[in-house]
């Protein structure tokens, strides 16, 4: 293997697309595997570690959402609605009642697709998208529009959670 040198530093740059449909204009897309493992203690060795177990994941995708995409909006807010064709969505709060199952209401493929085929992408098989818990709509003078969003990944049909790499 070759030694690592800087200018092998990849910048990723690409775009979200939820069951076919392109979503706005997003940054600072961040995929959090979350891997969850569990060690397992020996008493009769002074409680040394002697075995890790892998104990699932929690996968997520993160990005900030830049443009009010009739698309992304009616995903991402509980109470929005999906495939609206205008430009002006406005979302209401109360009209969703709290408890409503996520996945089964918005639950769908996502792919983060970059811009260079050699960089690597993302697909979620079964991501249920939704705002970041302490979102907030960035509006300033000298800002672009900003809001967190978040797809979390769930197991599909098959059991598939997640692919990552070049030419997914």
């Known amino acids: 293997m070759a030694a690592p040198r800087p200018q092998d530093a990849l910048r990723v740059t690409g775009q979200l697309e939820f069951d076919g449909t392109i979503l706005g204009l997003t940054r600072d897309a961040r995929f959090l595997p979350n891997i969850r493992t569990r060690d397992i203690h020996a008493e009769e060795w002074g409680n040394q ?30 109470q929005g609605t999906i495939g609206s064709s205008t430009v002006n969505v406005n979302v209401r709060s109360g009209s969703r009642r709290p408890g409503a199952v996520l996945s089964v209401l918005k639950g769908g493929e996502l792919r983060f697709v970059p811009r260079e085929t050699s960089d690597p992408g ?11 818990e302490a979102a907030e709509l960035t509006m300033a003078v000298g800002e672009t529009l900003g809001m967190g969003v978040v797809f979390r990944a769930t197991p599909d049909s098959r059991s598939r959670t997640y692919d990552v790499g070049v030419g997914v």
């Open 49 to 78: 570690t002697v075995e890790t177990i892998y104990a699932g994941e929690s996968s997520v995708l993160l990005a900030v959402l830049m443009s009010w995409d009739a698309d992304m909006v009616g995903l991402v807010f509980p």
């Open 122 to 132: 993302v697909v979620i098989y079964r991501a249920v998208p939704m705002l970041q």
